[in-house]
């Protein structure tokens, strides 16, 4: 059974940071990419980290690029996004997921996590 498990959202305020984490189980790691994704309220889910398991390669949405950091750490089977210099339109609630690919699209992402809550304040 696959499990993709968040934690670490909260409250915070704008230029604050906060670490997520993701724990994944029930998957062969090496053969899936893996992604952050949010969504706002009112707004469709979008991109915004992901990173392939084997080879570390990353990529990012331009409105987080130098301000957070995907990685991941093979011996605990954990996903992290690291998010500094927050701002108010960060605001959302963040998923990790994975995919048979190394990929930026909502749709190629095969499992997903059941979200965590980020706030940033002004």
């Known amino acids: 059974q696959v499990q993709l498990v968040e934690s670490g959202g909260g409250l915070v305020q704008a230029g604050g940071s906060l670490r997520l984490s993701c724990a994944a189980s029930g998957l062969t790691l090496s053969l899936y990419g893996m992604g952050w994704f949010r969504q706002a309220p009112g707004k469709e889910r979008e991109f915004v980290a992901a990173?392939?398991?084997?080879?570390?390669?990353?990529s990012y949405a331009d409105s987080v690029k130098g301000r957070f950091t995907i990685s991941r750490d093979k011996a605990k089977n954990t996903l992290y996004l690291q998010m500094n210099s927050l701002k108010p339109e960060d605001t959302a609630v963040y998923y990790c997921?994975?995919?048979?690919?190394?990929?930026?699209?909502?749709?190629?992402?095969?499992?997903w996590g059941q979200g965590t809550q980020v706030t940033v304040s002004s």
């Open positions: 990173i392939t398991w084997s080879g570390g390669i990353t």
């Open positions: 997921a994975a995919a048979r690919k190394f990929s930026r699209v909502v749709g190629e992402y095969q499992y």
